[in-house]
């Protein structure tokens, strides 16, 4: 029997091989297109990029002074009321904090407690920092289970 198929070894494989390059090439090159033209704007404008880092940057701050405030809680603190609640007199309680002494500086002051005052607020009204609330527990000999007052008279010692 012979052979009836005979195969050329030389100069048709390499047009093959070639032939199959230039295949792969073009389908490449035609993915390449197709992805460029179906891929939209490419995202967020700048405007909407800053909005949502600025609204990350204040969901982090809220989160962190809510987790000073568990802290400050746990520690010995006391209950927090809402803050957009109203006084027995049913007046608005915003201006209750500044007709209490300010001191940003909290340099041995006193301060009077209103219903929605907490450990943590006054000291962070005093000290810009909430989690400080233990040196207003200590210099009023204040314990865990000793609740806050309204009217109650607090001494802010100094922050060092």
Not at 7 to 34: E, M, N, P, Q, T
Not at 60 to 73: F, G, M, P, Y
Request: aromatic letters at 6%; one cysteine or more; hydrophobic letters at 30%.
């Amino acid at each position: 029997m012979t052979d009836e198929y005979e195969y050329d070894d030389g100069a048709s494989s390499g047009r093959v091989l070639w032939g199959r390059i230039a295949l792969l090439l073009l389908a490449l090159l035609f993915v390449f297109v197709l992805g460029r033209c179906t891929a939209g704007d490419g995202g967020a404008s700048d405007e909407q990029l800053q909005s949502l880092e600025e609204e990350v940057e204040t969901l982090r701050s809220q989160r962190d002074a809510l987790q000073a405030e568990i802290d400050a809680l746990e520690a010995g603190g006391t209950d927090p009321a809402p803050e957009d609640e109203d006084d027995e007199d049913g007046e608005d309680n915003e201006n209750d904090a500044e007709e209490s002494d300010d001191a940003a500086d909290g340099d041995g002051r006193t301060h009077e407690v209103t219903s929605n005052d907490t450990l943590y607020t006054i000291a962070q009204q005093y000290y810009g920092d909430g989690s400080k609330f233990t040196l207003i527990t200590e210099a009023n000999n204040l314990s865990r289970d000793d609740p806050l007052r309204v009217g109650q008279v607090l001494e802010i010692p100094p922050e060092s």
